[in-house]
Nanobody, 125 residues
């Protein structure tokens, strides 16, 4: 069974930091593009950050550039999202996703084949 399992979400105050983790199992993810998306209530799911095979190429949404950092383990099956200086507008369910097909980082959710169940991040004022 192919799974992506996120962890690390929670309730924090504005200005705090959180680190999300996502581990894949059931297949080899090390050659995949992997990404973090988020979805706030009533809004579309949007890309937060993506990372390519080997971890050298990354892509961020403008709203998190300079505050968030995506990385992946040497084995490639785990990715992380370090979130610093959190803001109330970062409140959302954060999803991990995997694209096993493409070689260029994609921003559209439909480009990703595998998804985690999501982890809630809530930032209070």
């Amino acid at each position: 069974q192919v799974q992506l399992i996120e962890s690390g979400g929670g309730l924090v105050q504005a200005g705090d930091s959180l680190r999300l983790s996502c581990t894949g199992s059931g297949r080899i993810f090390s050659k995949d593009i992997m990404a973090w998306f988020r979805q706030a209530p009533g809004k579309e799911r949007q890309l937060v950050a993506a990372i390519g095979f080997g971890g050298r190429i990354t892509k961020y949404s403008d709203s998190v550039k300079g505050r968030f950092s995506v990385s992946r383990s040497n084995a490639g099956n785990t990715i992380y999202l370090q979130m610093n200086t959190l803001r109330p507008e970062d409140t959302a369910v954060y999803y991990c996703a995997s694209d096993p097909v493409r070689t260029e980082l994609q921003a559209w959710p439909t480009s990703y084949d595998y998804w985690g169940q999501g982890t809630q991040v809530t930032v209070s004022t």
